[in-house]
């Protein structure tokens, strides 16, 4: 079973920094192959697609709502992409998962908000920025 497992969610207090793996487990499931996204989802809220990187890792993109302050990057090593939050907010407060797009090109990315198009999603870390 092809699965994508999230980790690294908490609580934190404004300012702070959260490092968040999205894993890839399962009979021939490479993350090289594919283009990931993060998105994120608070209550009340919609989901908003928060950053992705590219099959080759050369590109990424980032929401205005965290450039600067997020980074995405691939451990292919260890089969993850990593999402560096750094000076967290009260308003980054939601449920983060990745999921992969295997219909871009290897050396682009966008952050096609279609949920269709994204055939593995994980169940999701909790963030939580509060004093």
């Known amino acids: 079973q092809l699965q994508l497992v999230e980790s690294g969610g908490g609580l934190v207090q404004p300012g702070g920094s959260l490092r968040l793996s999205c894993a890839a487990s399962g009979f021939a499931f490479t993350l090289d192959y594919y283009t990931v996204v993060w998105f994120r989802q608070a209550p009340g809220k919609e989901r908003e697609g928060v950053s992705c990187i590219s099959q080759s890792g050369s590109a990424t993109t980032y929401a205005d709502s965290v450039k600067g302050r997020f980074t995405i990057s691939r451990d292919n090593a260890k089969n993850t992409v990593i999402l560096e939050m750094n000076n967290l907010k009260p308003e980054d407060t939601a449920i983060y998962y990745c999921?992969?797009?295997?219909?871009?090109?290897?050396?682009?990315?966008?952050?096609?908000?279609?949920?269709?198009?994204?055939?593995?999603r994980g169940q999701g870390t909790q963030v939580s920025v509060s004093s």
């Open positions: 999921a992969v797009d295997g219909g871009q090109s290897p050396t682009t990315c966008t952050i096609i908000p279609h949920q269709w198009r994204y055939t593995i």
